[in-house]
């Protein structure tokens, strides 16, 4: 599990944590509650690609993803279909700006939580990492960056911005169905009101990788303790989500963060009768989903 959360850190902006991927993007080709049976499986050799575990961290890291798992069964499943449920009563009415600001601050909470139930794991992990684990997770991290600009950051402005609406429309469809040309048009409009700035964006995936490294090799040439390395991983998960309230770039979060929501309105709006029927059938299945996870023994 150690391996696991090292990993984690790097997507704190989007709030895309693992776990949550786990349950919300994997739910779009199978079953939800399938994924999430499988997932600290995926988990382990999605962790392993990064760090390259030995046999004997293998045995441990298992066994502290499925610890890790067992906790976020119990106390945070239930918290999902709070978030569902909300997101249903939004549906039926018109959800604001400031609702759809203060579920991201949610999600943002419960993601802040979970790192920091798994700090303890975390320790062991950068405590136990040799050098040449270090050196794959540094070249893993760069490799992560280059498929970043390979997709992202790909030809003018307009190609850009019409990557980031392809991407964008793929959820709106999982989530509401197809969408008329007409719908399309607006949802594209509203996309591109977005700000681009993916050499931003990048800096900040680089300076997020560079920052965890140099943790983990204070750690190793230091020799901390479990205490003292425990400490500086909470400082790096705290330090990554202030970042958007105190840093020299918050306007440009603050603006590309309302962009999205103001996407998202757009997209509401505009979605007929059929379409949200779509979505809150689609959130129901998965609110049984999370109901009957949160139940089970295991």
């Known amino acids: 599990m150690q391996k696991f959360n090292m990993t984690i850190l790097r ?5 895309k944590f693992v ?3 786990l349950l919300f993007v994997l739910a779009g080709c199978s079953s939800l509650r399938l994924a999430y ?3 600290d499986t995926l988990l382990f050799w999605w962790l392993d690609a990064y760090v ?14 499925d610890k890790l798992f067992h906790w976020h069964r119990k106390n945070q499943l239930n918290d999902y279909v709070q978030v569902l449920q ?4 939004q549906l039926r009415g018109e959800p604001t700006l400031a609702d759809l ?3 991201y601050k949610d999600i943002q909470s419960r993601t802040q939580l979970l790192l920091f139930k798994a700090q303890p794991e975390l320790a062991d992990l950068a405590r136990s990492l040799k050098p040449e684990q270090i050196a794959q997770m540094e070249k893993k991290f760069k490799a992560n960056s280059e498929e970043f600009k390979k997709k ?10 019409k990557f980031r609406y392809k991407k964008s429309m793929e959820q709106f469809e999982l989530w509401f169905g197809s969408f008329s040309r007409e719908q399309e048009e607006a949802i594209r409009i509203a996309s591109d009101a977005r700000p681009l700035d993916n050499e931003i964006w990048l800096d900040e995936r680089q300076r997020r990788q560079k920052n965890i490294l140099t943790l983990v090799r204070k750690v190793q040439h ?22 958007l309230e105190h840093s020299e770039r918050k306007a440009f979060f603050d603006s590309s963060n309302e962009g999205t929501m103001q996407l998202i309105l757009t997209v509401i709006k505009i979605a007929t009768p059929a379409q949200k029927a779509h979505a809150n059938k689609r959130m129901q299945g998965w609110i049984d989903d999370l109901h009957n996870l949160a139940a089970e023994p295991r």
């Open 101 to 103: 600001q203060a579920d």
């Open 86 to 89: 909300t997101a249903q009563t």
């Open 152 to 161: 992202n950051m790909k030809g003018d402005k307009e190609q850009q911005q």
């Open 222 to 243: 230091d020799k901390l303790s479990k205490d003292a390395t425990m400490a500086l991983i909470h400082s790096l998960i705290k330090d990554s989500f202030d970042r």
């Open 11 to 15: 997507d704190w902006r989007s709030g």
């Open 19 to 21: 776990l949550i991927a």
């Open 52 to 65: 390259d575990l030995d046999s004997e961290q293998s045995g441990w890291v298992k066994k502290d993803i």
């Open 37 to 39: 049976n499988h997932g």
